[in-house]
C-alpha cells in the first residue's frame, strides 16, 4: 500500500499540515520538528507528488545539473558535492554529463524544462552560450560555475585561477626552476588564461619573460596531454619544470616523461591543477593547486536555492580561493 502524509503525520506526532510545510520548506518549524517529518518519511520511503505540486506552480523539489564529463574527478567531485548538499534542502538532482557537446546541453535542457525543475546548475564550455541564453529567457534560477555573465542575472562560483597560476609559478621558481612550460587546457577559455597570467606574472616578478614557445594547449585528456610533453621534450634549451592546468594534463605529462626515458622530478619537475583522488594516487604523488570542490558544489546549492525560495534571480559573483598542495612531483632543480 502506498504511503500518504497522513501516514507521515500520524508516525511523526504532528498534523498533516506541518507535513506539508516542511514538504514545501514554509512556514516557521522548528528544526527539530524539521528532521524529525524527514526521518520519518525517509523511514517510510514517503515520496510527495512532484506532478501535482508542478502543476499547480508549487516546487518539484528538483535541480537539473549539467557537467562536461563525469568521468573526470574533478566535476565527479562537485557532482557528488551538489547532491550531497541538495538532499539537506530536500532536493533531487538530475545529474547529465554533456561531453562538451552543445546538441547534449539542448536536450537536457529540453529534459529539465519537461521536468520542470526550480532551477539548474550548470558548467558550459560552449561560448554561444545558447542553452545559457534560454534558461535566462526562460526566467530559470541558474548558478555557473567558473563562468561569468555581466549583463544577465545569473549566479557564478568562480576559483580565482590567477592566483592559482601564480602559486604553482612561483613555487617552481623558489625551487630554481627558470625553463618552465605550460600546458593549458584552451587559451579561448578564462580559466587557462587566468592560470597562465598567473604564472607568467610570477617569473616576471623574478626578473623572468616566459617563453611563448613554452606554452602549449593540450585540451582536457591524459592523450593530449602526453602529445602536449612529447612536443616539448623535443624543445632545446630543454625544459626543467612544467605547470598543467589540470591534473589529468599533468598526468599525461608525466607518462611522456617516462616514455622518454626520464624521471619525476628528477629530470623534471610536474605541477597540476585540481587537487583531484588521482593527484594522490600517481606515483610520485603530484603537487597540484587545488580547487575546493566541496565548497563549489555547496555554495553552488545554497546560491540556487536562495533564488528559489525567494523566487527573485539575482547576479552575484562568488571567488573562491585556491590552494598550493606540494607532493613529491617537484623538487629542486639539479645542476
Known sequence: MKVTIYDVAAKAGVSIATVSKVINNTGRISEKTRKLVNQIMEELDYQPSTVASALSGKSTYTIGLTLPDLANPYFAEI????????????????ICSTDNDPEK????YQLFMKKRVDGIIMV????QNVVVKKIISEKVPLVMIAREFNTAPVTSIMVDDYLGGYQAGQHLLQL???R???IAEHLSELGSKERLRGCSDAMLEAGIEIDTNLIIEGGYTLETGKQAMHSLLAIDPPI?????CNDILAIGAVQ????????VPAHISVVGYDNTILATIIDPPLTTVAQPMTEIGERSVTLLVEQIQSRELVRQRVVLMPDLIVRRSTDKITE
Not at 79 to 94: C, D, L, P, S
Not at 240 to 244: E, I, S
Open 256 to 263: 611522456a616523461i617516462r616514455e622518454a626515458g626520464m624521471q
Open 240 to 244: 626543467t619544470a612544467v605547470f598543467a
Open 105 to 108: 546541453e539542448e536536450e537536457f
Open 180 to 182: 618552465i612550460a605550460v
Open 176 to 178: 630554481g626552476h627558470q
Open 124 to 127: 558550459s564550455r560552449d561560448k
Open 79 to 94: 557532482a557528488r558535492a551538489i547532491e550531497n548538499q541538495g538532499r539537506k534542502y530536500g532536493f533531487n538532482v538530475f
